[in-house]
């Protein structure tokens, strides 16, 4: 046992011994449990809500996300200050974890799925240093004295940075600012600890009661159980169900004005100046599901916000009817910084591209612009807000400008990439993302086309270029068999002839060619950007890439030889370590506020069909 715990647990058996205090009772964590303990797997355990992220830092002082220690595995973790004297206390929930370490190294392979996170709530004394010895007392222990159990110890700049971490987490914390020990405040402090799913999900929160060993393994099991049944095919959506869409609304107009950390001033049409009214109306528009022919379709349904405003679970959308699109679908996330739009570049400002989908046959099926017009004003409840945002009824301008100007408030940066190159944190990355980064801009030329320039960063080129991947798409299909997505991770081999007895098959594309007839553009397509990629997959035009690893490959192997290749692909020569920090590296772009732009989403009414609106009107 560990020293620090040993003390805990000494000077509170001695309160129990002294006659002239009361009994205190210790909490079930402390000893064995009572009763046997429901076998692993046989129960479930419910989406309690999401986890939160927030400013910390590690024991070397390092700057970072507490969202960044999430999703990778399991995770338990558990808010503390130190020198708690409080037996069922901090002291417990240490313990607890102490126990659960030595349990799971005893499991070959159970360490790798999990990782423990112990996070103090007083950063006055619980600084980096403190909390890293800490941490190296308990690697000390038997337990865990190979460092076979991923356990990090953590603590926040200030009072202020853990406050919202501690309240998204409903983390009671209240300062005793009467009774003090060695000049150092004590704390009044409810005992939780949370189980947390790799989908970044709350899926038990233990209290006092029944925060226990057994208990947390069990629960760690049955998760790791579910996670094989959805490998199984028995697969389960990532997306919210509706009645789990709460949210609160955002100012979107200080959003879209406001100058980020990381991108330029953004350059808006002089005749569609950011409006709050405006917003709010291209906002309604964005969601709702009657401006689709049969009145089931949105731009959300494909750009879904909790999936980086694109879509996770399908290489390639499914539009009208079923009918699939034949590219992926891209975030819209930073957006408004193109200067052109579509995988193919064919339109050149956002009022305009809008309407592309909202007339396709094979996504939203209106049939005409003005028929789209006669849906809203038909709706009832948009002629009000139209005269007020434009002065004027619906028109095709006033609908693109609507829909533009909330596209325009999804704008998200001041990740820790641009907090390390721009606001010169030192420790905003850790040294392997740094080393993504020198390899990014350097042996592997990624920034050749994704650029980042002195002041701020779109990681795009707003060009078109041939990687070889809509060729092997085009061309170097399989005679006979296709592999056909059946779930996220799940294909089957599935002969041609049969596909085309049930459905059409999928079409052919070959890139910018489509727009200019110029042969030269064969298989060319838009240099994406890569702010908030790690939440964008799958990647590439046509989704064929699931994961920022089969990327990096993809490139390292020098892209698909053929005749129009772009001269800039070539095989890297990247070793895995290389590999895995270019990796490191895209992640640590992730924007700070895109959870308040998917809060703000999930507050939108999503436009079920009037009962007076007729399908066909």
Known sequence: MFNALLCTLASAQGVLAEPSKPEVVLAPGWGE????????????????RPAAGGAILDGAGKSLDLEDLLGEKITVLSFIYRTCDDVNGCPLSTMVLHRLARKVKAQPGLADNLRLLTLSFDPEFDTPEVMKEFGEAIKGSSANKDGAVDWRFLTSSSDQAIKPILDAYQQSVIPDMQTQV???????????????????????????????????????????????????????TDSLSLSLRSGSRANLLQIAKAKQLGLPALVVPPDNQPDALKIA??????????????????????????????????ARPIGFEGRALKRNAPTVLNVAYYQRFFFDLREFSLEQQVWSPLLASNEMNNPSIGYVIETIINAGDYAALFQAAFGGPVTMQSVGEALAQYERTLI???????????????????????????LFTGKSGCSNCHLIGKEHALFTDQQAHNTGIGYGDSMLRPSREVAVQLAPGVTANIDQTRIASVGTAKANDVGRYEVTLNPSDRWRYRTPGLRNIALTAPYMHNGELLTLEAVVDFYNRGGIPN???????????????ERAALVDFLKSLTGSNVKILVSDAFAVPIGDPDTDMQFGK
């Open 281 to 314: 109306l291209g906002r309604k528009l964005f969601f709702d599901r009657r401006l689709s022919r049969n009145k089931t379709m949105s731009c959300a349904m494909c750009h879904i916000p909790e999936q980086g405003f694109t879509n996770n679970e399908l």
């Open 33 to 48: 449990l009572s009763f046997e303990a429901p076998l692993a797997g046989t129960y479930d355990l419910p989406k309690i």
């Open 182 to 236: 060695d000049g150092r405040k004590k704390y009044s402090h409810i005992l939780r600890v949370y189980l947390i799913d790799r989908k970044k999900q709350i899926r038990n929160i233990y209290n006092v009661s029944f925060l226990h060993p057994d208990i947390l393994i069990n629960d760690v099991l049955t998760l790791l159980k579910e996670e094989q049944l959805a490998q199984q095919h028995n697969y389960k």
């Open 412 to 438: 998200s940066a001041d990740s820790r990439f641009d907090r390390w190159l721009y606001a010169k944190e030192a420790q905003a990355l850790s040294s392997s993302e740094i080393l993504g980064y020198q």
């Open 563 to 577: 005749e129009l290749l772009s001269p800039l692909l070539k095989p890297l020569g990247l070793v895995d370590k």
